[in-house]
């Protein structure tokens, strides 16, 4: 079995000292105590801050801490005071936290808090380096780590490597608001599998790279770099048996009762969370004061139980809003309130696991109504914890776990009389009902539990390694090149196919502005001059550019993807068969139409063919009124000879005869090669590899799918591989 090592900024357990006393405890709540069960099941390490700053610790401590820890397969990173005030409480809490949910007006963008998380990343980074050892799976969590993956990458770039995010991804208008959001999606990139809690979040994320960096995906499967990265959603879950046994421990029953007792027989409405602006504690209090005031039958017979865990008290917002919710909730309960009766019972203190089931088996509702929040599990913990088909779930849609459990209550939390007319909802919900929905929603957690949920990630990451390693066997690295020399030595007749944009130059906005420079004009004409050679140069650009490049090279050249040849040794334009340019004024129009509609788009006119580009376009309007024009032009090409190629980032409409494979076949045609070798980038690409012999050697630059032999990682491989040709002639 391969080990795991966990990488999160918590550990599940976290350092105390008192009187010069060291002691180590577990920590309650959060993605550390939701994962620890896995932990223990599995050949794991893990890897986290130590939850102390530096100073409080001599070294002989740390030396003890270090010690103990390793005992239980746990590495501690130690954090200086300043540290964790930049990197914790700074970026990660005061610029990421509140950009991600939504919150961005309340987000810090200081760099000093972004050079100090680059400084805690790299610490991170280096003390998993320290503790890799060979077939070692890499699993980084959340939003304090996500420049881990891209530096590990750096270090070791085969290695296996996992990212989660627990807290929701923004869409691309919000997260484009971060300073640093290119490195941030580098960072992320680096990761074979990141994993989202939705596919909401996914499709953020899938929007911010094509945005930014502009990296497009398939099926959520992106290329970067050599590298395939696969970006999925998975829903976290619990641990279910924990739950649905625990309700049966008498601790846990002796609390529920006490609860009950301590009621009166009044409804029990059950709130949990930790001190937070994401999650609407104070909008939960406003909307129980509003169903209070038009339900007046429910006064004094019915209780808000409140639960809040001090949290991130170090910031001054969290404080604000802890002073705000106790004055509302004094409030309440000061007009409304008897003697006999407080609205509100409001706890700001960590409650035991114990204490929490108690909770959870007394309420009748769980108003679980956060602004916004990634998952959720108070939610799923509740549900788990209703075991005799009592109890209604409340819970915002904007909490991941809505996409899960969408039998409960679902709600805007921003709607005050829809989350109040909800509790009149739940509390006159039949008992047959609430059974009925409960049952659903358990065999959903019973389904897919925490342990579920890591298997699934772990598998995913897997597959996508398999992946990664199989694009691997077929790069164009040191041995395919030497393979392909030692070939090219042996030739009698060779033929070389290069493709010109994309593979001996990258792509340009504009093509009239993608020139050969002088060292590819150079390489060239070596390769031209070189005995029992064809060379021919392939376009899809018009031949008139062509050939003011190309001309004097000793190049054979193909315009327009074959509709044009250039032969080196007549130095004449040939033309492909008879074709018609009549379809032109029908079909100009439509693209004119598309490009006003298209900022960015533009039209280029060659002599056989229209070239639709919207490379300089917003990537999601490109991509729309692509599809749109594609679908335009079928009906109106439906009746003529002609077809719509999709190339990158552009649509061609040409004659139905032309195509790189009509134009490979016919130089192949010419003479008895030995020897044979394609190279391209895109779509058009593919017929002209199809075309090819089985023993010939053919070279897709980028990773994408592609019936090449060969994947090489950009032009300076292919002209790389060219120059080793003309050393060897």
């Given at each position: 079995?391969?080990?795991?090592?966990?990488?999160?900024?918590?550990?599940?357990?976290?350092?105390?000292?008192?009187?010069?006393?060291?002691?180590?405890?577990?920590?309650?709540?959060?993605?550390?105590?939701?994962?620890?069960?896995?932990?223990?099941?599995?050949?794991?390490?893990?890897?986290?801050?130590?939850?102390?700053?530096?100073?409080?610790?001599?070294?002989?401590?740390?030396?003890?801490?270090?010690?103990?820890?390793?005992?239980?397969?746990?590495?501690?990173?130690?954090?200086?005071?300043?540290?964790?005030?930049?990197?914790?409480?700074?970026?990660?809490?005061?610029?990421?936290?509140?950009?991600?949910?939504?919150?961005?007006?309340?987000?810090?963008?200081?760099?000093?808090?972004?050079?100090?998380?680059?400084?805690?990343?790299?610490?991170?980074?280096?003390?998993?380096?320290?503790?890799?050892?060979?077939?070692?799976?890499?699993?980084?969590?959340?939003?304090?780590?996500?420049?881990?993956?891209?530096?590990?990458?750096?270090?070791?770039?085969?290695?296996?490597?996992?990212?989660?995010?627990?807290?929701?991804?923004?869409?691309?208008?919000?997260?484009?608001?971060?300073?640093?959001?290119?490195?941030?999606?580098?960072?992320?990139?680096?990761?074979?599998?990141?994993?989202?809690?939705?596919?909401?979040?996914?499709?953020?994320?899938?929007?911010?790279?094509?945005?930014?960096?502009?990296?497009?995906?398939?099926?959520?499967?992106?290329?970067?770099?050599?590298?395939?990265?696969?970006?999925?959603?998975?829903?976290?879950?619990?641990?279910?048996?924990?739950?649905?046994?625990?309700?049966?421990?008498?601790?846990?029953?002796?609390?529920?009762?006490?609860?009950?007792?301590?009621?009166?027989?009044?409804?029990?409405?059950?709130?949990?969370?930790?001190?937070?602006?994401?999650?609407?504690?104070?909008?939960?209090?406003?909307?129980?004061?509003?169903?209070?005031?038009?339900?007046?039958?429910?006064?004094?017979?019915?209780?808000?139980?409140?639960?809040?865990?001090?949290?991130?008290?170090?910031?001054?917002?969290?404080?604000?809003?802890?002073?705000?919710?106790?004055e509302k909730i004094a409030a309440l309960n000061g007009k409304l309130g008897t003697i006999e009766w407080e609205p509100v019972k409001y706890f700001y203190r960590t409650m035991s696991f114990t204490e929490m089931m108690g909770l959870y088996i007394a309420s009748d509702i769980a108003l679980v109504t956060p602004l916004r929040d990634g998952m959720n599990l108070i939610a799923k913990e509740y549900v788990a914890a209703c075991h005799d088909g009592r109890g209604v779930l409340i819970l915002s849609e904007f909490a991941g776990s809505a996409k899960e459990l969408g039998e409960a209550i679902i709600v805007n939390p921003y709607n005050v009389r829809e989350v109040a007319?909800?509790?009149?909802?739940?509390?006159?919900?039949?008992?047959?009902?609430?059974?009925?929905?409960?049952?659903?929603?358990?065999?959903?957690?019973?389904?897919?539990?925490?342990?579920?949920?890591?298997?699934?990630?772990?598998?995913?990451?897997?597959?996508?390694?398999?992946?990664?390693?199989?694009?691997?066997?077929?790069?164009?690295?040191?041995?395919?090149?030497?393979?392909?020399?030692?070939?090219?030595?042996?030739?009698?007749?060779?033929?070389?196919?290069?493709?010109?944009?994309?593979?001996?130059?990258?792509?340009?906005?504009?093509?009239?502005?993608?020139?050969?420079?002088?060292?590819?004009?150079?390489?060239?004409?070596?390769?031209?001059?070189?005995?029992?050679?064809?060379?021919?140069?392939?376009?899809?650009?018009?031949?008139?550019?062509?050939?003011?490049?190309?001309?004097?090279?000793?190049?054979?050249?193909?315009?327009?993807?074959?509709?044009?040849?250039?032969?080196?040794?007549?130095?004449?334009?040939?033309?492909?068969?008879?074709?018609?340019?009549?379809?032109?004024?029908?079909?100009?129009?439509?693209?004119?139409?598309?490009?006003?509609?298209?900022?960015?788009?533009?039209?280029?006119?060659?002599?056989?063919?229209?070239?639709?580009h919207y490379r300089k376009t917003v990537p999601e309007l490109g991509r729309l009124r692509a599809t749109e024009l594609k679908n335009s032009l079928a009906s109106l090409t439906r009746n003529l000879n002609i077809g719509v190629l999709e190339g990158s980032k552009t649509l061609e409409i040409k004659d139905m005869g032309i195509s790189k494979e009509t134009g490979c076949r016919y130089w192949l045609s010419r003479k008895d090669y030995d020897f044979v070798l394609a190279a391209g980038d895109d779509l058009t690409d593919e017929d002209m590899f199809k075309a090819l012999s089985p023993d010939a050697f053919s070279i897709k630059v980028g990773y994408a799918h592609s019936?090449?032999?060969?994947?090489?990682?950009?032009?300076?491989?292919?002209?790389?591989?060219?120059?080793?040709?003309?050393?060897?002639?």
């Amino acid at each position: 079995m391969k080990r795991i090592i966990m990488v999160s900024n918590r550990l599940p357990v976290r350092i105390t000292k008192s009187n010069n006393q060291i002691d180590i405890v577990a920590t309650a709540g959060g993605l550390a105590t939701g994962l620890s069960s896995f932990f223990s099941s599995h050949k794991s390490l893990w890897i986290g801050w130590n939850g102390i700053p530096r100073e409080r610790l001599n070294e002989d401590e740390h030396a003890t801490v270090r010690k103990k820890m390793r005992r239980r397969e746990i590495v501690p990173v130690s954090l200086s005071k300043i540290e964790i005030m930049r990197y914790y409480f700074g970026f990660s809490n005061k610029t990421i936290w509140p950009l991600f949910h939504y919150f961005q007006m309340l987000s810090k963008y200081k760099e000093t808090y972004w050079n100090e998380y680059v400084n805690v990343n790299r610490r991170f980074t280096e003390i998993i380096a320290g503790e890799i050892t060979p077939g070692d799976i890499v699993w980084i969590h959340d939003y304090q780590l996500m420049l881990v993956p891209g530096m590990l990458r750096e270090m070791f770039p085969d290695i296996q490597i996992g990212f989660f995010l627990h807290i929701p991804f923004p869409d691309y208008e919000v997260f484009r608001l971060l300073p640093w959001r290119k490195e941030v999606l580098e960072g992320l990139m680096g990761a074979d599998l990141i994993g989202f809690h939705t596919y909401d979040y996914a499709a953020g994320f899938l929007d911010c790279i094509r945005n930014i960096i502009g990296i497009e995906n398939n099926l959520g499967v992106a290329v970067y770099g050599n590298r395939l990265v696969k970006i999925d959603a998975f829903p976290m879950g619990i641990d279910y048996r924990k739950y649905t046994e625990s309700v049966f421990n008498e601790n846990v029953r002796n609390e529920a009762l006490k609860t009950v007792h301590g009621m009166n027989d009044k409804k029990i409405v059950l709130s949990v969370d930790r001190l937070d602006y994401t999650k609407g504690i104070l909008q939960r209090i406003q909307s129980f004061e509003y169903f209070l005031a038009n339900c007046p039958e429910y006064l004094e017979k019915i209780t808000l139980i409140l639960v809040v865990s001090p949290s991130r008290d170090g910031i001054g917002d969290y404080r604000t809003i802890k002073r705000v919710v106790e004055e509302k909730i004094a409030a309440l309960n000061g007009k409304l309130g008897t003697i006999e009766w407080e609205p509100v019972k409001y706890f700001y203190r960590t409650m035991s696991f114990t204490e929490m089931m108690g909770l959870y088996i007394a309420s009748d509702i769980a108003l679980v109504t956060p602004l916004r929040d990634g998952m959720n599990l108070i939610a799923k913990e509740y549900v788990a914890a209703c075991h005799d088909g009592r109890g209604v779930l409340i819970l915002s849609e904007f909490a991941g776990s809505a996409k899960e459990l969408g039998e409960a209550i679902i709600v805007n939390p921003y709607n005050v009389r829809e989350v109040a007319d909800s509790l009149a909802k739940a509390l006159t919900m039949p008992p047959e009902e609430q059974a009925e929905i409960l049952r659903t929603m358990h065999a959903r957690l019973k389904k897919y539990d925490i342990d579920q949920w890591a298997e699934d990630f772990l598998d995913k990451l897997g597959s996508i390694r398999k992946e990664n390693i199989s694009i691997k066997k077929v790069t164009l690295d040191s041995i395919a090149v030497e393979r392909i020399v030692k070939m090219f030595v042996k030739r009698k007749q060779a033929l070389l196919l290069l493709d010109y944009d994309g593979t001996l130059v990258k792509f340009h906005g504009r093509p009239e502005h993608a020139e050969p420079d002088e060292p590819l004009r150079v390489l060239l004409k070596k390769l031209a001059s070189l005995p029992n050679t064809d060379v021919v140069l392939i376009s899809g650009r018009d031949h008139t550019s062509l050939a003011a490049w190309f001309g004097d090279s000793g190049l054979n050249l193909m315009a327009e993807h074959g509709a044009m040849n250039f032969l080196a040794d007549t130095r004449e334009w040939e033309t492909f068969g008879s074709l018609s340019m009549a379809w032109k004024d029908s079909i100009l129009p439509v693209l004119e139409r598309f490009t006003l509609r298209t900022p960015g788009s533009f039209i280029e006119q060659k002599r056989f063919s229209l070239v639709w580009h919207y490379r300089k376009t917003v990537p999601e309007l490109g991509r729309l009124r692509a599809t749109e024009l594609k679908n335009s032009l079928a009906s109106l090409t439906r009746n003529l000879n002609i077809g719509v190629l999709e190339g990158s980032k552009t649509l061609e409409i040409k004659d139905m005869g032309i195509s790189k494979e009509t134009g490979c076949r016919y130089w192949l045609s010419r003479k008895d090669y030995d020897f044979v070798l394609a190279a391209g980038d895109d779509l058009t690409d593919e017929d002209m590899f199809k075309a090819l012999s089985p023993d010939a050697f053919s070279i897709k630059v980028g990773y994408a799918h592609s019936n090449a032999k060969y994947h090489a990682e950009s032009c300076l491989n292919i002209r790389g591989l060219l120059g080793r040709l003309t050393e060897n002639p």
